[in-house]
Every structure is written in structure tokens, then in C-alpha cells.
């Protein structure tokens, strides 16, 4: 292993419901393309947005259901979601 700073590799972790994990989706990217509109090939522009994409699309079929309670958000969530 090592660091190689002409490379880029993005990750990203998620552990759902919120409330009581159960399960986690692992998501990474190997040399990711920069997203038309964003400005970064970051984790939080292409691995996060697809981390909730998977979850949104498994979760049903695990028979875990959308918690939208904004007020069990910490305030610095909601302030993020709002921007």
C-alpha cells in the first residue's frame, strides 16, 4: 500500500436506519470522473449521493422503512440539507 498523489480514490460509508444500524453500504470510486455541475470528483459529490441511491433502492427490500422525522436530526444535518 501507499499514497499516490497523481491518483484519486473516493469512499464513502453508510450505516442505516439511523436510528438503530443494522446495515452498512461501502461505497468507492476509482479515479472518478468530476460530475457535470460539480466542481470536485470528491466522496461527497459522487460516492455519498450513490451510497443513498443504493439505500434508497435496498432498503424496501430489506424492510426498512424512511424515517423523514427532520426534528431526530442533529442541528447540523438539517442545516446542511438545507443549503
Known amino acids: 500500500g501507499g499514497y499516490d498523489e497523481t491518483r ?5 460509508v453508510a450505516a442505516y436506519p439511523y436510528s438503530d444500524p443494522e446495515f452498512i453500504v ?10 457535470e455541475g ?10 455519498a449521493p450513490t451510497a443513498g441511491d443504493i ?4 432498503a424496501p ?4 422503512k424512511r424515517n423523514t422525522d ?12 438545507l443549503r
Open 8 to 12: 484519486l480514490v473516493t469512499s464513502f
Open 26 to 35: 461501502f461505497v468507492t470510486y476509482d479515479e472518478p470522473n468530476r460530475a
Open 38 to 47: 460539480h466542481p470536485r470528483a470528491t466522496a461527497g459529490w459522487n460516492a
Open 55 to 58: 439505500i434508497a433502492r435496498i
Open 61 to 64: 427490500i430489506l424492510g426498512v
Open 70 to 81: 427532520a426534528d431526530r436530526l442533529s442541528p447540523f444535518s438539517t442545516q446542511e440539507a
